[in-house]
Nanobody
Framework: QVQLVESGGGLVQAGGSLRLSCAASGRTFSRYPMGWFRQAPDKEREFVAFISGSGSSTRYTDSVSGRFTISKDNAKNTVYLQMNSLKPEDTAVYYC?????????????????WGQGTQVTVSS
């Protein structure tokens, strides 16, 4: 069983930065591919970023590529999402998620474990 707890959300002006953290329990954390997703009001949950268990492979949705960076510190059982040049359309609840076995990087249905989410609000 893996428990995920996000932190780092908040209110920021457009152009600003935030770093989200996701702390995970479990001794096998280093094996787990991880993802960040977000959900805006009245919209479906969407893929944001992915990182492999080792941290050697990453993927991003087009709208955040070049602005967001996902990273993983296996020694600290933590995955991060550095968000720069934030835009009002980035406003959403951000969730981290983990897969016990890699199946796909962007499909939320293949992720077994989810955090409770953290709110990110970007003002114009």
């Amino acid at each position: 069983q893996v428990q995920l707890v996000e932190s780092g959300g908040g209110l920021v002006q457009a152009g600003g930065s935030l770093r989200l953290s996701c702390a995970a329990s479990g001794r096998t954390f280093s094996r787990y591919p991880m993802g960040w997703f977000r959900q805006a009001p009245d919209k479906e949950r969407e893929f944001v970023a992915f990182i492999s268990g080792s941290g050697s492979s990453t993927r991003y949705t087009d709208s955040v590529s070049g602005r967001f960076t996902i990273s993983k510190d296996n020694a600290k059982n933590t995955v991060y999402l550095q968000m720069n040049s934030l835009k009002p359309e980035d406003t959403a609840v951000y969730y981290c998620a983990a897969q016990s076995v890699f199946r796909d990087y962007s499909d939320p249905r293949v992720y077994n474990y989810w955090g409770q989410g953290t709110q990110v609000t970007v003002s114009s």
